[in-house]
């Protein structure tokens, strides 16, 4: 009899940390994303399949035991599980007209954490990351360097930068010069 083999993904950025003394840059966990679009008229049903209310304003997030909303665009929005939940399978159970596609393996987030974090993210990122313009729980779509993002606010001072895989190291590579230099 053969034994089965299960096929796991290796991060992209394991073993890769950096920072300075005012920043913290850390791979996240790994984590199923899904990239969901759908009119208003799903918005209701789609929250209640996936256990939180959808986003419909720009710039904004819902967050709930380790699942994530990202207002993206009007009818747009980037799904983050934490846990491993089937983000699929909860859409499709919602019995709404949307799309839904899996875009696990495609992203990976880098976490920047610290006093110095909106100054390093500042060296790439050309929108105004206060606390005051951008808030805890923001989150939008820019670019970071040469890169298109998917930035989101946790705390005062922790970032998660979602960008493609292809794209990681350098994002990585940018962040951690970036944060040399905040702390100098």
């Known amino acids: 009899m053969v034994d089965g083999l299960v096929a796991s993904r290796k991060s992209v950025l394991e073993g890769f940390h950096g920072g300075s003394l005012l920043v913290r840059l850390t791979p996240a966990a790994p984590a199923t994303r899904v990239a969901l ?22 710039k904004t997030s819902a967050s709930l035991n380790g699942r994530s909303a990202f207002w993206i665009g009007p009818d747009e929005w980037l799904l983050i599980d934490e846990t491993g939940g089937d983000l699929m399978g909860l859409c499709a159970s919602s019995g709404a007209v949307h799309s839904a596609t899996d875009v696990s393996h495609r992203n990976t987030a880098i976490m920047v954490s610290g006093p110095g974090a909106e100054n390093t993210l500042n060296a790439g990122c050309p929108l105004d990351l206060s606390l005051a313009a951008f808030p ?49």
């Open 136 to 184: 805890v729980g923001a989150v939008t779509r820019t670019v970071f360097g040469k890169i298109e993002i998917v930035l989101y606010r946790l705390a005062d001072d922790t970032f998660r930068l979602e960008c493609w895989r292809s794209f990681a190291e350098y994002a990585f590579g940018l962040l951690a010069e970036a944060a040399e230099d905040a702390a100098a």
């Open 37 to 58: 679009r759908a009119g208003a008229d799903a918005v209701a049903a789609l929250s209640k399949a996936l256990g939180l209310t959808l986003p419909v304003t720009p």
